[in-house]
Every structure is written in C-alpha cells, then in structure tokens.
C-alpha cells in the first residue's frame, strides 16, 4: 500500500491502514521525542500520544505537506507540550515545598538510550544531552532533527513551518549555545 492510499485508507477508519501506519512510523516518532524529552518513557508516552492525535485527526490531513512533515509536527509540539508540562509541575512542586510540602524534589537523570548514541560515546552523549536542555526549544529542535534524525534543513523548515533562513539560523545559534553550555560544563568538571 503507497503512502497516498494509506492516508485514504486512514481517513476511512481502515484500522489495519493504522496498524500498517504505527509499524512504519513507530522509530521516527519515537526517536524525534526523546531526543527533545531525552527520557525513555516520556518519549514512549509522547509516541502513543501523537498516534491517538494522528487516529483522531487525520480528516484534517490535505497532503499540503508530506506526511512525515505532517507526522514530525504533531511529534514536535507533543513533546514541547510535555516539557512544558514538567516545568508546570516542577514549579508547583519548589512552591508546594516552600509552604510546607514534604520538600524533596525528585530528581530525574537523563536516560542516553538514544538510538543513535554508540555505547562508547554515551559520556559525551550525556554531557550534550544536559547542554540540549539549556538551549532555548526551537535551537534544540533544529539541532535534533538535523543531528539524530537527519533531517535536512529544507524538511526541517518544512516541519517548523519556517523560513530556510531562519533554520540555518537557528542552527547556527544552536551551535553557538552548545559550544558555550558544553564549555562551561567542562570548566566545571575538569577543577
């Protein structure tokens, strides 16, 4: 089944088009989250999320766009929305904790099972993944489909629905923000 009569097939409620759809899709999904979440089972849950949204509103799919861009979207903003989310609740938490909350923050070390991490890098891995977190979502997006999906800079503007300019941009200071972020973090572990 071609991608087009696969779309057709999903907006039917062909159930069997959506299994076909999850097999194909699942890793791309998966990948493109926990490389912005960097937590397993966040990712996991990001990925059965982004499937319910996809079963839910693929009527609204026109084939303006390809359907991975279509797909990479919905992945994108699921895992925004879920950081977004853990900030919420860590806030709530410090605040819980200053008026008399039992006081203990958990706190969550970042998982390096990334797909595409070989396990002789994961120190470096690791100490990249810390300095993804400091930069601001949209240099950590551009970064993260050009790094570990391998996106190009056009696809990616595509997804984000933004200029190629403003993708080589946002390249560019997501670079510029690492190198800096990594840096301190080796002056710090080097003393």
Known sequence: MDQPELITQL??????????LVDEYQDMVYNTALGIVQQA????????????QVYQSISSFKGDSKFSTWL??????????????KKRKKRFGFVQS??????????HPVEFDHPGIQAEKKES?????R???QIPDNQRIVFSLHKLEGQSNREIAAIM?????AVESLMSRAKASLKKELNDYYQKNIT
């Open 72 to 85: 990479y979207r919905i992945a994108v903003s699921k895992a925004l929305d879920h950081e977004k989310k």
């Open 41 to 52: 089972d966040d990712a996991d849950d990001i990925t059965q999320e982004v499937f319910i």
């Open 131 to 133: 300095a993804l977190k």
């Open 161 to 165: 629905n933004t200029s190629l300019q």
């Open 98 to 107: 200053l008026f008399g909350g039992d006081g203990e923050e958990q706190v």
């Open 125 to 129: 891995a690791a100490a990249l993944f």
């Open 11 to 20: 907006q039917l409620g062909d159930e069997s088009a959506f299994t076909k």
